[in-house]
Structures are given as C-alpha cells and as structure tokens.
C-alpha cells in the first residue's frame, strides 16, 4: 500500500512500554516487529553487533559472510561483553531460522551494514508472513537519524514513560534478576543498587526527552512519541493515532492483548490500565524528590505532574 512504511522502529528508555508497543503492532495483520538485536549500538555503541561484524571483515567477501553466520550461530559475541544481557532476537533466530537461509540472505543483500540490518528485520517479517518489517530496540533512539537515513520512508515510535516509573520498574528488574555487570556486584548492596538504578534512569531519561525534542523538530512527519500512560489508559484512541501516522490501518485485533509484566494483573486480557501509577506504591520519598528535582522541568514538557 502507498501509505505504509518502509520500516517501523520502536524506541525510548528501557521500561517505557516498548515491548508493549512491539506486541500491539505485531498484533497487525500486516506488521511484524522483529525482538531487540542490539544492531547499532547498546548503551555503548561499541557493543552493537554490527562493531562485532565490522571485526570480521570486509562484507563484499564472501569469508566474511561465513564468519559472520558462525559467529552468530555459535553464540559467542552474545557472550563477549558483561556489560549486556542477550539480546532476545538471537535467540529467536537461532532457534528457528537456518544458519544456510542466513547465509544466503546475507549474500544476497547489498553488502553493506544497512543490508545486513535489513535481512534481520526482513527474515522476521517473511517468517511472520507480515509485508511491513520492523525492528524494536529501546537504546536505538540515539541512532534515530541513522535508521531514517537508511529507510526514508520508515517511522520511528517513541515510547515515553513517567521517569518514576521508570525507575520503579528497572529496580524490580535488577533486584529479580541482576543480569549482567554491575548490577551482578550491587545486588549485595541494596542501597548501592537503588542509588546506581537512580542514576542511569535520571541520565537516559535525560538523554531520551533530548532527543525527542531534536526529532519532533528534525522528523515531524516520521517520528512520533507515544506515553506509555496512554498507550493503558486510552488503547482505542492512542492506537488509532499510532496507525494513522504509520499509513495503516487501525485493526480492532491490536487491542487482544494480554497482560505479561510481573504483578496481581499479569495473564489477565487487555490493558493494565493501573500500570501508569502505580509506582506510587513502592517508590521512596528521597527517590521521587530526586527525579523530580532533576527532571521536573523535562516531565512537565510531557505533560506528568510534579
């Protein structure tokens, strides 16, 4: 169709309702938002697969093409780093695609990084039998202009979320499951902990309404934000926005959903509407006071109250 996108890319700071928003889209009879991959970059950009490739060598080689399918089928550069967790789509590719139809793709790409990045996101889609392809993964926002620069006609959705939120979240995340360092070496330091998650959350969150400001002024017409408070609260309304400025059609199918995050609502239908605060719960008086200390002037821009 005319309208539709080249390529839809979900983004925003870690525990903003971008594995939500994914799972909504999915939902599209016509989308498939391929699991995070960590392409471009992480947190640090050197720990993007594609600094990984780049090591390989040139992409023109066809040796090059066979290191890199090792190296991916072989699990070993998802291992080499202990500043990240495994990126889900990893996962997902080795289980279900060939190592001989990745090795094929890659040679009948353009050689190029944006080629490779392309037989990522197009395996899923094909896999999925969907047209439009598509990619989630949160920390790609500081890569944005890249992405619209290799994909013209694509859209870039921007998951925001209250920063208390936000924080709350990722602190149940790194006390249940540490994952890697150093959350590892804090975990024994609660205090420690709480001070480290405050910290990043008070930095990224930052970083992330930066470059929201930047690319609604830049991309107007192919980046749009979405708060993840309305995305439970108002799904009908917030869904119909979401598709008319991705050029497809709303489907009342997106709104099946069911809830996944730990908590008295998971497995339950629909929406957890609840989800937007009840971080009111289980935040601290000092760590509410920092946020809003040092993010007041930025959350008011998105409208939540301080």
Known sequence: MTTEPEAIFVVGVSRSGTTLMRR???????????????????????????????????????????????????????????????????????????PDEMRQRLLASDRTERGTFTVLMRVFADHKRKPIMGEKTPAHLAWAHTLLEWYPGARIVHMVRDPRGVYVSEL????????????????????????????????????????????????????????FEDLVGEPVGTLETVCRFLGVEFEPSMLDQRVTSKGATKGQDGFDAGAADRWRQSIGPAEEAWLEHALGVRMRRFGYEV
């Not at 994952?179 to 930052?206: D, H, M, N």
């Not at 970083?207 to 934000?225: C, K």
């Open 24 to 98: 909504v889209l999915g939902s599209h009879s016509r989308i498939a938002i391929a699991t995070e991959n960590h392409y471009l970059g992480h947190l640090l950009p050197w720990e993007g697969a594609r600094s990984y490739f780049r090591r390989l060598g040139d992409l023109h080689d066809d040796a090059t093409i066979d290191r890199i399918v090792d190296l991916i089928y072989s699990g070993e550069f998802q291992h080499r780093s202990p500043l990240r967790e495994l990126s889900p789509y990893w996962r997902w590719l080795t289980r279900v695609i060939e």
């Open 172 to 227: 149940r995340r790194r006390v249940d499951e540490p994952g890697s360092v150093p959350y590892r070496w804090l975990e024994r330091t609660p205090r420690l902990l709480r001070t480290f998650v405050l910290g990043e959350v008070s930095w990224a969150w930052a970083r992330a309404e930066a470059q929201h400001r930047d690319l609604a002024r830049t991309e107007p017409d192919r980046y749009r934000m979405v708060r």
